[in-house]
């Protein structure tokens, strides 16, 4: 991941970089990784993101196609 400095402006390309990692979700796997994960909770949560993720692909389908 690369984030240019212009003018030296150092604070806008900090702005930037974090913005990348939280679109990138950086953040969310280091907080996820700080501690350990029992296999069984990480199916868990592996399904509940599936799930997530196919009703907000639905929300948007309905809202483009109206189906």
Known sequence: ???FVKDNDVNAALRVLKKKMQ???VFR????R???EKPSERAVRERAEAIRRHRKAMRKR???EGY
């Open 29 to 32: 796997e280091m907080k996820r």
């Open 23 to 25: 679109r990138e979700g």
């Open 1 to 3: 991941m690369q984030v």
């Open 62 to 64: 309905l809202e483009r």
């Open 34 to 36: 700080r501690a350990y």
